[in-house]
């Protein structure tokens, strides 16, 4: 077990390098250079392309190498694919006066990682037993963070001391990391039927048949996600009114921030194993309203730098605990011979909620002002977390045995005949 959850450390964490640093250090350097807010704002619209991902992802589950490795053999490429996106910024010294083809590449690159999470998520779906969930989507969520830091700080301060060529090099290696982990990687072999290419995108929306699934994913999901996205939405532009700078706000909220969130992410996996999803939920929800509230001065126009960090900081590290659950319980749903496209369907729909808290939070702030914002948000999380406590009592699902027992190979023709 301990050999899988590094292998999908090296997969997450290699796959966010280059999101962070396109989405981070990108836009640090190419604000630098003098790239106006409105072309910034276009660059950011690649990141468009995640939430759509489960349109292709039942391709990944229908097509596949027997020999390779059914979802090894799309990593390989997707991993060369990654590096070699990167690679292509190499020319391009000068970004700020070359926006058109960094704006190509960076969109190519945001579809190979988009894909290759597909396929790593598949591959943790049918890899990890039950018990072991909560630690491998705490791996994941921690690892979002961790690319944040890399690609989004450290490659910046490379890029501030040494220039472009060393920045997008060191990307790359770290990236290559991956590449070399999904090469020694032995992927168990498929024992259920390939379902065909109709079946497999009637997966898209037979995963909602399972019992509790809809309550899970209409109801649970965005209560949470909404409402803590709303008050997330809230920070930078209360840091503004604040009068805090933009070279602040970015270190803060894109590194500082990061730390905590990590070591969070990683605990929370750890304790969904000993409290139960429930458990940690109720925790995370806990502590995303006491933070919300925390937050309450900076929505009033006061931030002090030492405050106003620390309940950042709490803020994150508890949005982190909430979503380490919810991604627990939506692998929980995801079946083995459509691993990738149940767990990105599910979880697609809470990008596409957290996309659409940020707009509403916004809004409502025009109109009511960031204090009552903050406060209806903690309404939402509370009764999201009282929603998600009643399902996990309702639904208990039972344990899921690893890839290659008996046990397995049942569920698995299961799983081929609901899809």
């Not at 995640?50 to 229908?62: E, G, H, N, S, Y």
């Not at 994913?217 to 933009?246: N, R």
Request: include cysteine; charged fraction near 10%; hydrophobic fraction near 55%.
């Amino acid at each position: 077990m301990k050999g899988r959850l590094g292998t999908l450390t090296a997969l997450y964490v290699t796959q966010y390098l280059g999101v962070g640093f396109i989405t981070v250090g990108l836009t640090a350097i190419l604000r630098d250079g003098g790239t106006s807010l409105e072309t910034l704002a276009l660059l950011q619209i690649v990141g468009l392309i995640w939430p759509i991902k489960f349109l292709w992802a039942p391709v990944l589950d229908r097509y596949g190498s027997r020999h390779r490795g059914h979802y090894r053999s799309w990593l390989l490429v997707l991993q060369t694919a990654l590096v070699l996106a990167l690679l292509a910024l190499l020319p391009f010294s000068r970004p700020a006066e070359q926006l058109g083809p960094i704006v190509a590449i960076c969109a190519a690159f945001v579809f190979f990682s988009a894909t290759q999470d597909i396929a790593a998520d598949a591959v943790a779906v049918r890899l990890l037993a039950e018990s072991a969930r909560g630690v491998g989507n705490g791996i994941q969520v921690a690892a979002s963070y961790l690319g944040n830091l890399l690609g989004g700080g450290a490659c910046v301060l490379v890029y501030d001391r040494f220039g472009w060529v060393p920045a997008i090099g060191l990307l790359a290696g770290l990236t290559a990391v991956g590449l070399v982990v999904v090469w020694r990687f032995r992927e168990p072999a498929r024992i259920d039927r390939v379902a065909r290419m109709a079946t497999a995108y009637r997966a898209l929306l037979s995963v909602f048949g399972q019992p509790g699934c809809r309550w899970w994913t209409f109801g649970v999901v965005p209560l949470v996600y909404v409402g803590a996205g709303m008050a997330y939405a809230l920070v930078t532009p209360a840091l503004v009114d604040a009068g805090w700078s933009l070279g602040r706000i970015g270190v803060v909220t894109g590194v500082v921030t990061s730390v905590p969130a990590i070591v969070a992410g990683l605990l929370a996996g750890l304790g969904v194993r000993r409290f139960g999803r429930g458990g940690v939920l109720v925790a995370g929800g806990a502590a995303l309203a006491l933070s919300t509230m925390l937050l309450l001065p900076l929505m009033n126009g006061r931030a002090p730098l030492g405050g106003t960090v620390a309940a950042l900081c709490c803020f994150l590290a508890a949005y982190t605990i909430a979503n380490v659950v919810l991604y627990t319980v939506n692998m929980d749903y995801s079946r083995p011979g459509s691993g990738g496209t149940d767990f990105t369907v599910l979880s697609s729909f809470g990008l596409v909620c957290s996309f659409v808290a940020a707009s509403v939070g916004l809004a409502a702030a025009d109109w009511f002002g960031y204090p009552a914002v903050a406060i209806a948000s903690i309404v939402l999380v509370v009764a999201g977390v009282a929603a998600g406590l009643a399902h996990q009592r309702r639904f208990r699902r039972p344990p899921t045995p690893l890839v290659g027992t008996r046990e397995q190979r049942s569920a698995t023709d299961g799983a081929a005949s609901v899809a």
